[in-house]
C-alpha cells in the first residue's frame, strides 16, 4: 500500500522502505592514500553486502543516493570514474540481482548519462521488472527539487488539457506524480561519514521519515551497521503528528 499520507506505520518495528545516503568514499580512500575513485569501487563492495541483508530482511524497498544532480560539479576524472564504475557494476551485478528476485528501478533524468549507461540502466530494469521481491532503487542523477519541479511540470500538463483541474491538486495526487509513487515513503533515512543533512534526497517522500546519521564511512558500513540502524528504529515512536497519549489510547483500543 502507498504510504506516503499513510499513519498505519506507527506500530512497525521493521522498516518497510529505507533510504541511503552512502557518503564517505572519498574520505575512505583518502586516508588509504588512494585516489577517490577506490572509494567508490569499494563503496560498491558495502552497496552489495546491504541489498543482501535488506532481501534477507524481507525489507520491501532500498533507494541508494548513487549520484546526485549537484555531483556533475565533482572533478571530470571523478565524474568519469563513478559514470564507468556505474556501467561496469550494473553490468556485472545485475543477474545476480535477478536470481535473488531483486527489481531494480532507476530514479532521476537519465537523459544526460551516455548511450552506453542508459542501455544498461534499461536492461537492468526490463530484466528485474517482474520480480517481487525487495525494491532496489537507485538515484541516479537525481535531486529532490528536480523531483519536485518534474511533478509540477506534469501536474501543469494535465490542468492545460484539461485532463484535472486546480481543485483536484492536493497531497495525495501530488504525490502521485513524484519519484518512488508506487511504493511506501521511506520509514527510515540513513546517512553515513558523519554529515547531519538530507542533501537534496527525496525532499518530499522524507517528510516524515526517521533520521539516521552515523559516521562510519560508506566503504566500512556493513551489516551489523544496517542491523544497529533497524534496532535504533525499531525504539523509535513514530506520532505522525499525534501525541504520545493518543497512540496509547489507539493502542488500547485496538486490544
Ligand atoms: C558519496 O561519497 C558517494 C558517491 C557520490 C557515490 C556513491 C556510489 C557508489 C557507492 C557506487 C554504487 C553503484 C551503483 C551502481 C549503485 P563522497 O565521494 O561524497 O565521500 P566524501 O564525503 O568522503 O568525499
Avoid at 520480480?131 to 523531483?147: F, K, Q
Avoid at 511506501?184 to 517522500?205: H, K
Wanted: aromatic content about 8%.
Amino acid at each position: 500500500m502507498k504510504g506516503i499520507i499513510d499513519n498505519t506505520a506507527t506500530e512497525q518495528t521493521m522498516p518497510r522502505h529505507i533510504a541511503v545516503v552512502m557518503d564517505g568514499n572519498g574520505r575512505w580512500a583518502n586516508k588509504r592514500h588512494l585516489p577517490r575513485a577506490a572509494g567508490h569501487k569499494a563503496g560498491v563492495g558495502s552497496t552489495r553486502k546491504i541489498v543482501e541483508h535488506c532481501a534477507k530482511k524481507n525489507i520491501e524497498a532500498l533507494t541508494i543516493f548513487a549520484f546526485s544532480s549537484e555531483n556533475w560539479n565533482r572533478p571530470k576524472s571523478e565524474v568519469s570514474a563513478l559514470m564507468a564504475l556505474f556501467v561496469s557494476t550494473i553490468t556485472a551485478e545485475v543477474k545476480k540481482l535477478h536470481k535473488k528476485n531483486v527489481c531494480v528501478k532507476f530514479i532521476g533524468d537519465r537523459t544526460r548519462f551516455s548511450e552506453k549507461l542508459q542501455n544498461s540502466i534499461n536492461d537492468a530494469e526490463i530484466l528485474t521488472t517482474d520480480n517481487s521481491g525487495l525494491h532496489l532503487n537507485i538515484a541516479a542523477n537525481y535531486g529532490g527539487r528536480w523531483d519536485v519541479v518534474n511533478a509540477c511540470k506534469q501536474i501543469a500538463e494535465q490542468v492545460k488539457n484539461n485532463k484535472t483541474s486546480i481543485q483536484d491538486i492536493d497531497e495525495t495526487m501530488f504525490d502521485s506524480f513524484v519519484s518512488l509513487s508506487e511504493l511506501p515513503a521511506p520509514d527510515l533515512f540513513i546517512r553515513t561519514g558523519g554529515e547531519q543533512r538530507i542533501s537534496n534526497f527525496l525532499i518530499w517522500q522524507l517528510a516524515y521519515s526517521e533520521l539516521y546519521f552515523v559516521d562510519t564511512l560508506w566503504p566500512d558500513f556493513a551489516e551489523d551497521d544496517l542491523d544497529a540502524a533497524l534496532t535504533w528504529y525499531a525504539g523509535r515512536q513514530r506520532r505522525f503528528g499525534k501525541t504520545g497519549q493518543q497512540l496509547m489510547e489507539e493502542k488500547v483500543a485496538e486490544n
